[in-house]
C-alpha cells in the first residue's frame, strides 16, 4: 500500500527557514518522480518542485534559488528545504508521485510564515 506521510511544517517568521520531510513507504522513490505541492489559504493547489528519477530538480519560478528539493533513498524519504521564507509561502504542503498510473498524495503539513 502506497503511503506519503509529510512533516516538519510550523510556524516560521519571515526569512527563517524549515525542511519538510515526505516519507514514502509501499514503493521506493529511487524508482520514481517525487513531488511537492503547495495550497495557501483560499487558493488553488499549487506545483512547487519535483525531483526526477535521474535527480533532475525542477522548481516553479516563485522559488528557484529559495528551496530545494532532495531524496535519500535509504531512507525512502523526500525533501524540501525551503530558505528566506515569506508571508506569500504560507500554506499546506503536499508531497506527491504517481505509481502504476495512479496519483497518490500525503496528507499535508502546515507552513506558516508570520511574525
Known amino acids: 500500500q502506497v503511503q506519503l506521510v509529510e512533516s516538519g511544517g510550523g510556524l516560521v517568521q519571515p526569512g527563517g527557514s524549515l525542511r519538510l520531510s515526505c516519507a514514502a513507504s509501499g514503493f521506493t522513490i529511487s524508482g520514481n518522480a517525487m513531488a511537492w505541492y503547495r495550497q495557501a489559504p483560499g487558493k488553488q493547489r499549487e506545483w512547487v518542485a519535483t525531483i526526477t528519477t535521474g535527480g533532475v530538480t525542477l522548481y516553479v519560478k516563485s522559488v528557484e534559488d529559495l528551496f530545494t528539493i532532495s531524496r535519500d533513498n535509504a531512507k525512502n524519504t523526500v525533501y524540501l528545504q525551503m530558505n528566506s521564507l515569506k508571508p506569500e509561502d504560507t500554506a499546506v504542503y503536499y508531497c506527491?508521485?504517481?505509481?502504476?498510473?495512479?496519483?497518490?498524495w500525503g496528507k499535508g503539513t502546515l507552513v506558516t510564515v508570520s511574525s
Open positions: 506527491k508521485t504517481r505509481w502504476l498510473n495512479n496519483d497518490y
